[in-house]
C-alpha cells in the first residue's frame, strides 16, 4: 500500500536530499543541470544548494566557460575531504580498510591478509581506521562480507562461507570498538554492495534490471530489480551459488548437492587446472597458464564457464535482466571463457530474455566492495542530509 | 536516482490515488482509519472523499454504532457497480471474461472451452465484453495470458506456450474490436497476475516477498521482491518454468532440456501417472487415485512433488521470500505432495533463507487472474483518480 501523500518539511528533506545524491553520484554537478534533473526552478535549487553548503556538505563554484552567452552556472562539488564513510570489506583471504569521501572518492586505504576461517575482523579494522583518521566528520562506517547478514541487525549467519563470524554482530562491535567515532555501522553482503557500487557510479549506472555475480570460493549476487536491490525477507536475497545446477554433481558445503559453487567456485576451477594453490593469485595464474597453452588449465577454465553460462541462462530466464557483471575471480573466468559463457546463455536462455542481455566485468574492480560499503554508510545522510 | 519532491497538485493527485487504493483494496474503509492510515488530519480527508464522490467514485455512508462516544465514522466504499473494468484470462484450455468492479468485485463473468494453441482469442473475448456490459465507466480492460509479454506494447513473444497468439498485439486488437468501450486494455503473464491479486486481496496481502508459481503445461512465476513486482527489463522476468533443474532430463518446448516445466508440468505428471487425458480435470483425476491408493499415482505425484521442492528450494536461496503459492494445477500437486516438497526445500534450501518460508495455496483460486487482470486496468484510475 502506497503512503501518503508527504508534508512541506518531508518535501524539503526530499528536495535536499534529491540534489546532495546528484552531486554525490556525480561528483560535481551544475546548477543548470540539477535544476533540469530536479525538475525545480533556480531559485529553489539555490537555497537548497545554500542549506547544504551552510552544512558544510557542499561547495560551489564558478563553472568552466561554456562559449554560450551568460554567465557561467554554478558547479556543486561534494566536500569528499572532509565528508566522509570507513569502509570495510571481509574477504576470503584479506582485510580492507578504506576512507571513502562523499562523491565516492577513495581517499586513502590499507589492506591486511586474513586467515581463512579467522573470527577476529574487528581488531585489525579497527587499527586501520585509527590509521587512516582524517580531518573533518565521519558519518559512519559499512562491511561487506561474504555471508549472509541478517537485515534486521546485521548479524552474520552461519553460512557455508562465513567461517568464524557467524553469529557476530560486527557493525556493533566495531562501534563498540571505538567509542564516538562512528555514528552508525551497517553490514551488507559483498556481491549485494558491488552491485550497490557499480549501479551508482560504475558500469551499472542508468540501469535498472542489473545482476552482480561475485565469486570467490563462494558464489553470490547482488541483484537489482527495477532498480531497487532485491534484499529478501531476512536479507538473505541473492544466495545463487547455492542454486542447484548439477543434481548429479558433487558433495557442497552447505549440506546440499550440485550446487552453483561446486561448479563454478575457486575450489572446482583449481582442482580441475591441478593447481594446488588458492586465492585469486592461483586463479589467475590458471589463466595464465591456458593463456601459455596448458591444455589442462584450457580444459578446467572451459568446464566452469560452461558451468557459468548455464547457472547465468538461468537467472536470465528468472529476472530477464539487461546486464549481467561479473566480479571477483568471475571476473578473470568469464574474459579467459566468454565464448562457453555465451554458448551456454544461448542454449539455454529463452529467446526473448538473452537476446538483449550484455555480459560485462566491473568498471570499479576490486575498489567496488569498499565503494558499495561506504554506499551503505552514506545511505542516512542522502536520506536526510541536515538531520 | 531518485526524482524531486513533488509539487502542490501532485500531491493532491498522489494524495486521491493513495485514498482511492485503500478503499479499492478494503472495499470500504471509515474515514477515521483513513485518516489513520494516511497521516493526514481529519479535514483533509473530508475534502479528498468529498472529491472522489462528486467523481462517482465512492459513496460515503454512516457506520455501524461503534458503542463509542461521539458521531459513528463515515465508511467510504467504491462504488463497485458502476466503476469497473473488464477482465480476460486467456488460458490453455478455456477463456474466460469477467466484469470486475472497482474494490475487486467480480460483478459477473463467462467461460468457453478454447483449443489449445487456438490463436482467436479477439472475438470471443469481445463477445462476452458486449454480452457482460453494464451501467456505469469503464475504465479499461486487462488481459491475462500464459505467455510472455513485451512490456513496452503488450505484443505476446514467441514462448513455449504461447501458441498462436506470438506476435499479437493482442490489447490493442481488443481495443479496436469494441470502438469507444474500452479506454485502455494491457495485458500480463498470468503467473504475473496472480500474484498481484494475491499481493492485493489475497493470502500476500501485506507481504513484500512472495513467490506465486503458476502451473499448468507451461511454468511460471510472479515475483514480488521488496514489495514491487519483478518485471524484468522486457517484461519477461520470472519464466522459472525455464530455470534448468535437471541438465540430465527430458528436452524442454523451449529447446533445451531439464528445464523445470519438464518435471513438474501437467505433461510428466499425467505421463507418469499413466493418464491418457490432459487437462486440469485430469489433473485431478490423478491426485483422486493417489488418495484412493493407486500406486502409479502416489509414485507420480511424489516424483512432481520432490521437482517441486527442489525449485522452489532454488528459489528459495535467490530470493528468500516469505511466502511461496502454488497455483493451477500446481496447487493440487502441493497439497497432494507437501511432505515430499518440504522435505526437498530442507534439504536443498539454506537454513537461513527456509527457515521463515510459508508454503500455501491461493486464497482467490481460480479468480486470480480475473482480479490481476482487474487490477492492472485499475492501475490508472488508481494513480491519477480525477484524470
Given at each position: 500500500m502506497r503512503a501518503s501523500a508527504p508534508s512541506q518539511e518531508e518535501i524539503r528533506r526530499q528536495n535536499l536530499g534529491a540534489l546532495l545524491r546528484f552531486v554525490h553520484e556525480r561528483g560535481q554537478i551544475s546548477r543548470a543541470e540539477l535544476t533540469t534533473e530536479l525538475g525545480l526552478n533556480r531559485s529553489t535549487i539555490g537555497a537548497l544548494t545554500a542549506d547544504l553548503t551552510e552544512a558544510g556538505l557542499v561547495t560551489e563554484e564558478t563553472g568552466r566557460?561554456?562559449?554560450?552567452?551568460g554567465r557561467p552556472s554554478l558547479v556543486v562539488r561534494a566536500r569528499s575531504e572532509t565528508i566522509f564513510a570507513y569502509a570495510v570489506s571481509v574477504e576470503v583471504d584479506q582485510i580492507r580498510v578504506a576512507r571513502v569521501g562523499?562523491?565516492?572518492?577513495?581517499l586513502d586505504q590499507r589492506s591486511a591478509p586474513r586467515a581463512r576461517e579467522?573470527?577476529?575482523?574487528i581488531s585489525p579494522a579497527a587499527a586501520f581506521i585509527t590509521e587512516l583518521t582524517g580531518p573533518g566528520r565521519c558519518v559512519g562506517a559499512g562491511i561487506a562480507v561474504a555471508g549472509m547478514v541478517r537485515r534486521a541487525d546485521g548479524v552474520v549467519q552461519?553460512?557455508?562461507?562465513?567461517g568464524g563470524l557467524a553469529g557476530q554482530a560486527i557493525g556493533e562491535s566495531l562501534r563498540e570498538r571505538l567509542p564516538g567515532i562512528l555514528p552508525q555501522v551497517a553490514v551488507g553482503n559483498v556481491a549485494d554492495l558491488c552491485a550497490l557500487a557499480e549501479h551508482t557510479r560504475g558500469v551499472?549506472?542508468?540501469?535498472d534490471n542489473v545482476i552482480y555475480v561475485y565469486g570467490d570460493v563462494g558464489v553470490g549476487a547482488g541483484i537489482i530489480a527495477g532498480g531497487r536491490r532485491v534484499i529478501g525477507h531476512g536479507g538473505?536475497?541473492?544466495?545463487?551459488?547455492?542454486?542447484?545446477?548439477?543434481?548429479?554433481?558433487r558433495a557442497c558445503s552447505c549440506g546440499?548437492?550440485?550446487?552453483w559453487e561446486t561448479e563454478i567456485g575457486e575450489l572446482p576451477l583449481l582442482e580441475l587446472a591441478g593447481s594446488t594453490d588458492i586465492g585469486h593469485a592461483a586463479v589467475l595464474a590458471v589463466v595464465e597458464r591456458a593463456a601459455r597453452g596448458d591444455a589442462k588449465a584450457i580444459a578446467a577454465l572451459r568446464h566452469v564457464g560452461e558451468w557459468l553460462g548455464f547457472g547465468v541462462a538461468n537467472l536470465v530466464n528468472i529476472f530477464n535482466p539487461e546486464l549481467i557483471i561479473f566480479g571477483g575471480t568471475l571476473r578473470d573466468v568469464y574474459l579467459a571463457a566468454a565464448a562457453q559463457v555465451r554458448s551456454r546463455l544461448n542454449s539455454v536462455g529463452l529467446a526473448a530474455t538473452r537476446e538483449h542481455v550484455r555480459l560485462r566485468t566491473p568498471a570499479?574492480?576490486?575498489d567496488a566492495a569498499l565503494l558499495g560499503a561506504a554506499e551503505l554508510a552514506f545511505q542516512s545522510l542522502l536520506n536526510d542530509p541536515l538531520a
Open positions: 566557460e561554456t562559449g554560450r552567452a562523499l562523491g565516492g572518492v577513495l579467522g573470527n577476529d575482523v552461519l553460512s557455508p562461507h562465513s551499472a549506472a542508468g540501469c538473505y536475497g541473492g544466495e545463487v551459488g547455492h542454486m542447484v545446477v548439477n543434481p548429479a554433481g546440499s548437492k550440485g550446487c570499479l574492480g576490486q
